[in-house]
């Protein structure tokens, strides 16, 4: 069980960049692999991004790629999403969320989640 708390979301006009951050506490950190969702007003929930336990396998949504990154601190128990090149329909509350599995993860079937983090892209 691991408790998250994301930050660092807010306005921004196109073409802008935010860094979401993730604190996560529980002595078993790094065992998870960690990932990130977002959910736009009148959307079901999106796969964005998701980064392996060891930090060094990613995947990304079509949507995203080329454009955010995932990143993680294990000595810090953070976990990061770097987004550039931001589009209006990248508007949404994004949410970090952890699991021992990846495969599950990946399905939207994490067993923690954090709170979300509202970004807003302007034109």
């Known amino acids: 069980q691991v408790q998250l708390v994301e930050s660092g979301g807010g306005l921004v006009q196109a073409g802008g960049s935010l860094r979401l951050s993730c604190a996560a506490s529980?002595?078993?950190?790094?065992?998870?692999?960690m990932g990130w969702f977002r959910q736009a007003p009148r959307k079901e929930r999106e796969f964005v991004a998701t980064?392996?336990?060891?930090?060094?396998?990613?995947y990304y949504a079509e949507s995203v790629k080329g454009r955010f990154t995932i990143s993680r601190d294990n000595a810090k128990n953070k976990v990061y999403l770097q987004m550039n090149s931001l589009k209006i329909e990248d508007t949404a509350v994004y949410y970090c969320t952890a699991d021992p599995l990846l495969a599950r993860l990946r399905l939207g079937d994490s067993g923690s989640w954090g709170q979300g983090t509202q970004v807003t892209v302007s034109s």
């Open positions: 980064i392996s336990s060891s930090g060094d396998s990613t």
């Open positions: 529980g002595r078993t950190f790094s065992m998870n692999a």
